[in-house]
Each structure stands twice: as C-alpha cells, then as structure tokens.
C-alpha cells in the first residue's frame, strides 16, 4: 500500500498480510478493475485441476473498494464486491428446489461462520442454460450458477470476509462449504 492509500483501508487490507487459505483452491492478488473506486484490492480464486473432476470446477473473484465520497446505498465507505461461478449438477437441481437461495444462503452463512460484520449486502443468483441446437444439437444440456453480491464490512478487518468468500467459491464448486473435514450427505 502506498502513502496516498487512507488509513482505515490499509489497516483492513493489512488483515490479509497473511490470510488462511483454502487447499482446494489457488488463490491470487490481481490487477484491481479501474475505475470502480479510487482504491481497491483485488483477488480471483480457481480449482487448480480442473480436470480431476467435472464437478469440482469454480471460478470467483473478489474485490475490496474504498471511496472516502462513498454512495449512501453502501452504507459506509469501504465494500466488498465478490464473484462466483461454476457447474451446476443435476444432483444439486433436484435437492436445492431453489438454487439461488441455496448459494446466498451458502454466502450469508459463510459470512456468519466466519464472524464478518457486514451490512447494505446485495447481489444477484442466476441459473443458466444452454443446449447445443443445429449441428450441436447432440451436446449436453449445461446449467450454470453465477452468484455476484456486494456488502459493506463494518469491523476494519477484511480476513473474515476473505475466508467467508473462499468458502463460497469451494461450496460452488462442489466441496464443502464448511471445509474439507465435513462429509457430504449427498453421494458425489
């Protein structure tokens, strides 16, 4: 962090100096996107062998943004804005009647588990499909969850919020949302 960077968002960034990682993820800072905010961090997260397991695929991105000219809307002058997406299983479709609330739930009890103190959350859960049509038409159908959300973190410590994100991304790709020492109920 630079000198020009407000005290307030480096003492939080600084939480992240060295955070926990999930081992079934690879993890990275990235270029921040421009233009968003006058300051911010960024990391994206993938499963590292995609081809170990058609199921175990998840890609995310999360971003922490601070505007000392902050938007009523957020609530404060630091948000997190985070990304996931990833297969969605037929397994998954016929236990989670609802995917979308499944995944914020995911989300909001990662938050919760983890101890972020957060407000003004928002965000969007869609379920895609596609199926091959014309020549593509013996191609499987596909479906898709995308989840984006954004909250405001009310404790100067990013490190929960990180964690919490992390969890997100592993439960989207199918892990446990929990961790790797909860068993599953549903067969994989």
Do not use: C
């Not at 100096?17 to 233009?35: C, F, H, M, N, T």
């Not at 969605?88 to 479709?93: A, G, P, S, T």
Request: net charge negative; hydrophobic share 35%; glycine share 8%.
């Amino acid at each position: 962090m630079d000198s020009e960077v407000p005290k307030e968002f480096s003492k939080a960034a600084e939480s992240l100096a060295e955070p926990s990682l999930r081992k079934e993820l690879r993890v990275e800072q990235i270029e921040s996107p421009q233009g968003i905010a006058p300051h911010a961090l960024a990391f994206s997260a993938e499963i590292p062998d995609k081809a170990s397991e058609s199921r175990h695929r998840g890609v995310g991105r999360i971003v922490f943004i601070f505007d000392d000219s902050h938007d009523e809307t957020w609530g404060g002058n630091m948000r997190v804005i985070a990304y996931g997406k990833s297969p969605l299983m037929e397994v998954e479709q016929g236990v989670h009647e609802d995917p979308t609330h499944w995944y914020w739930g995911t989300l909001t009890r990662a938050l919760s588990l983890h101890g972020a103190k957060y407000t003004h959350e928002a965000g969007t859960v869609t379920v895609m499909t596609s199926k091959g049509m014309g020549s593509l038409s013996d191609d499987h159908q596909t479906n898709e969850i995308e989840l984006r959300a954004s909250w405001t973190p009310i404790d100067g410590d990013f490190s929960a919020h990180f964690a919490a994100w992390q969890d997100l991304i592993a439960g989207m790709a199918g892990y446990s949302p929990d961790g790797d020492s909860v068993i599953p109920l549903i067969a994989k």
